[in-house]
């Protein structure tokens, strides 16, 4: 299917022409600006074009496409349910679950998909999303931060900012989201509530601890919630709990840290360690980005992690993290 110098239309950026494509991305000139897009899913909400012969081959490939992505979770979903499924009476004894209480201090972070500085070693979260990544976050997903009328990348998307002022404000300091520089500065945040009763009100870090483990996860666009990998870990050295003002946030240790790449992540899936305690079967996460998890939890992550990893050095440095973490929550037991 040729879509070379096609003219479409974008929702918000209106006419454009196709400039170049391949199998699954199409890049598009809206004036003197250039954005790239998923093919074909970008033309079920957002493109349409006036050649309609085009434009109901584009809409099959669409339904095809939505057909094999729903097959896929279905058996994902039917994978995890056969997994976790609880047994008859299976409940824990008050003691355990005391015990699953007192160590529930460490934290699973739930972050927006970022693909700033991605390549195939590197996850992304080093720089502002690619104009793809940027455009599902914004107009397709409406992540709540991504698509608030105050963020940058929503400014953007609706031509307010040029790439180039987005770029230098994040460059310099100013801010655009958590996630464009997680794993430059190593900062975690608990972020703010996006209900409409408790609407941007900051989210206290109250149980986490130093010494304890932060794992990072993630979803892509179109993948659903069973689906959520683990991109990185690092355990706490600092803890800012939070108040009315500020949201809370957790610091890596400076040489207990680690991250996957996209390979490896694929393989690290967090609700392989971690259940909902209301309905264990189902894996859902709900609009906070914090959750506690226990020390077993935390140590059968790195396990994986470790199992993931493909280079001997980043193994290397998995199995100090986690002998590291097994030392310092076998002595805060003790206490």
Not at 44 to 65: F, P
Not at 79 to 87: I, K, N
Not at 157 to 185: H, M, P
Request: hydrophobic letters at 35%.
């Amino acid at each position: 299917m040729d879509l070379l110098k096609k003219e479409v239309i974008h929702k918000s950026l209106g006419a454009g022409h196709i400039v170049s494509q391949s199998e699954k991305i199409i890049t598009v000139q809206f004036g003197e600006r250039q954005m790239k897009f998923s093919f074909p899913s970008i033309f079920q909400e957002i493109l349409t074009m006036q050649d309609r012969s085009l434009l109901q081959e584009i809409k099959e490939l669409c339904e095809n496409e939505t057909y094999v992505i729903d097959r896929q979770k279905e058996e994902r979903l039917k994978e995890y349910e056969s997994r976790f499924a609880p047994a008859p009476g299976d409940k824990p004894e008050k003691s355990k679950r005391a015990k699953q209480y007192r160590d529930n201090s460490n934290i699973a972070i739930k972050c927006n998909y970022c693909d700033g500085g991605s390549s195939e070693t590197v996850f992304g979260y080093k720089n502002i999303c690619s104009n793809e990544v940027l455009q599902q976050n914004v107009t397709i997903d409406k992540r709540p931060w991504c698509s608030s009328a105050v963020c940058e990348c929503k400014k953007y998307s609706t031509g307010e900012i040029s790439r180039e002022q987005l770029e230098q404000k994040n460059n310099d300091g100013g801010f655009v989201c958590y996630e464009s520089k997680l794993l430059l500065d190593w900062v975690a945040s608990a972020g703010r509530h996006q209900s409409e009763k408790r609407n941007d009100k900051p989210i206290k870090m109250t149980n986490a601890r130093v010494n304890r483990l932060c794992v990072l996860t993630t979803k892509q666009h179109g993948q659903i919630e069973i689906e959520r990998s683990i991109f990185a870990a690092f355990i706490v050295s600092e803890v800012e709990v939070g108040n009315e003002n500020k949201e809370g946030n957790v610091h890596a240790h400076p040489e207990y840290r680690i991250e996957l790449t996209p390979e490896e992540a694929k393989s690290v899936f967090f609700w392989d360690f971690h259940k909902n305690k209301s309905k264990p079967e189902m894996p859902f996460w709900g609009s906070g980005l914090l959750r506690y998890i226990t020390d077993v939890q935390s140590i059968h992550i790195l396990e994986a992690m470790l199992k993931a990893a493909v280079e001997t050095e980043k193994k290397d440095r998995i199995r100090e993290m986690l002998e590291y973490y097994c030392r310092v929550t076998a002595v805060a037991a003790a206490k």
